[in-house]
């Protein structure tokens, strides 16, 4: 029986339009709303699909620091994430939650 070769699966080569990373996003912050490392390695995954350098020229920060602050492992701080969101040309939005 022939090995099975398998890569790993990475979600940056995937995410192609604006749309996309959008959706990612939101999906990703459905799934973990309160989870800000999980939230911080979706924006990192965006940030790589659309150019490391090109997002830390736009935001203002370095590559180094953003690969920091998006890799998953921190919690990066609310500028950061809105100078990536920006530099991303997406937006966070609020929602009302219902409570019950």
Do not use: Q, W
């Not at 995410?15 to 959706?23: F, P």
């Not at 990192?44 to 370095?62: F, N």
């Amino acid at each position: 029986m022939p090995k099975t070769v398998t890569t790993p699966y990475d979600v940056a080569e995937h995410l192609r339009t604006a749309e996309e990373m959008a959706a990612y996003l939101e999906a990703c912050m459905e799934e973990a709303p309160a989870d800000a490392a999980f939230i911080a390695k979706a924006l990192g995954d965006i940030a790589r699909a659309r150019g490391m350098s090109e997002i830390a020229g736009t935001s203002g920060l370095s590559r180094e620091s953003l690969y920091k602050a998006l890799s998953g492992d921190r919690n990066p701080s609310l500028d950061t994430v809105l100078k990536v969101l920006d530099a991303l040309g997406l937006r966070f939005r609020a929602e009302a939650v219902p409570r019950s």
